[in-house]
């Protein structure tokens, strides 16, 4: 079973940047060529929530609280959808998570931001 693998998470300080990566477990599965990858993230005590979705078209939508902060993208050479997490807030810590179509949750990469 193809699994998605989110990394790049870590402790950074308000303000910083964080880049999070977001690539299946076999090569031969190719993200996001056929359905939309989202990026997800839950907090301690909250529901999961949606942050970021690019199309196979290469469409980036987002929510409010991470728009012009946060930027998706897909590397189709590297076979990797990234999230550019820039201006960080304390409230942005959470696990994220990458998922599309047809694929079980991964165990996602935790992201902590310092006040």
Request: glycine share 12%.
């Given at each position: 079973?193809?699994?998605l693998?989110?990394?790049?998470?870590?402790?950074?300080?308000?303000?910083?940047?964080?880049?999070?990566?977001?690539?299946?477990?076999?090569?031969?599965?190719?993200i996001?060529?056929?359905?939309?990858?989202?990026?997800?993230?839950?907090?301690?005590?909250?529901q999961?929530?949606?942050?970021?979705?690019?199309?196979?078209?290469?469409?980036?939508n987002?929510?409010?609280?991470?728009?012009?902060?946060?930027?998706?993208s897909?590397?189709?050479?590297?076979?990797?959808v990234?999230?550019?997490?820039?201006?960080?807030?304390?409230?942005?810590?959470?696990?994220?998570?990458?998922?599309t179509?047809?694929l079980?949750?991964?165990?996602?990469?935790?992201?902590?931001?310092s006040?």
């Open positions: 079973q193809v699994q693998v989110e990394s790049g998470g870590g402790l950074v300080q308000a303000g910083g940047s964080l880049r999070l990566s977001c690539s299946p477990s076999r090569r031969t599965f190719l996001g060529s056929l359905y939309t990858v989202e990026w997800y993230r839950q907090a301690p005590g909250k999961r929530e949606l942050v970021a979705s690019i199309t196979r078209g290469g469409s980036a987002y929510t409010e609280f991470v728009k012009g902060r946060f930027t998706i897909r590397d189709s050479a590297k076979n990797t990234y999230l550019q997490m820039n201006s960080l807030k304390p409230e942005d810590t959470a696990v994220y998570y990458c998922k179509y047809g079980n949750w991964g165990q996602g990469t935790q992201v902590t931001v006040s």
